[in-house]
């Protein structure tokens, strides 16, 4: 459950790096985006729309879950959370800008959010949207959604990722849709790091 917890911590830190470094390539040129929270699948009080692009402004989620933001102005996968009044996350969504509009959050985004993990794993649009249409045919994603639909309306995403249901469901997902274990990737990448440096020396 450690691993999954700080797969997902790391993942966020991951996104906000990556989305500077799009920011640097790109002068900072926003686009303001639209967007709607499906109140009925996402719980917390007082949520806004977490943007680093957002400057200090919190970009509040109204009554009926319609809310604008700021993002980067580029072709960058870009993820984006929903806060409740503690600072705690209780949805996600993977944007690109162009074609962005409107940006719903719900079970599905946030699932799909979770289990990809690195948005720089899909370089556009087109690529986002085949991983999409594949996990939607595995039946640990389809389980995953639901038990999102079940619980993010009474728990935040960090308080979910120690659920053991949670991590059952997480890590199956990366079975099914990406083949291995997220564990089994990083350790093969590492062998490969390790045999181009003895290469190169």
């Known amino acids: 459950m450690k691993r999954v917890f700080l797969f997902f911590v790391l993942s966020a830190s991951l996104t906000l790096f990556n989305a500077g470094q799009a920011g640097a390539e790109s002068s900072f040129d926003l686009v303001t ?3 709607s929270v ?5 719980g917390g009080k007082g949520l806004y729309i977490f943007s680093i692009w957002n400057g200090n402004k919190k ?3 109204d009554g009926q879950g319609k809310f604008s933001v700021q993002i980067l102005a580029n072709s960058h996968p870009q993820k984006l959370s ?3 009044d503690q600072g705690k996350t209780r949805a996600l969504a993977l944007i690109f800008s162009q074609g962005a509009n409107p940006v719903i959050f719900d079970a599905r985004s946030t699932a799909l959010a979770v289990v990809l993990g690195d948005p720089d794993l899909v370089k556009d649009s087109a690529g986002m949207e085949k991983i999409s ?3 939607s045919t595995k039946a ?7 038990f999102l639909k079940k619980n993010l309306p009474l728990k935040n995403l960090e308080a979910l990722s120690h659920d ?8 199956a997902c990366n079975r099914e849709i990406f083949h291995e274990d997220r564990a089994v990737i990083k350790r093969s990448l ?4 390790g045999k181009l440096e003895e290469l190169l020396k």
């Open 59 to 61: 970009s509040f989620v």
């Open 164 to 171: 053991p249901a949670y991590v059952d469901l997480f890590e």
């Open 38 to 42: 499906q109140m009925q699948e996402v």
């Open 140 to 146: 640990s994603f389809q389980e995953f959604v639901l």
């Open 82 to 84: 929903v806060r409740d």
């Open 133 to 135: 249409r594949l996990a």
């Open 190 to 193: 590492r062998d490969a790091q």
């Open 33 to 35: 985006i639209q967007g």
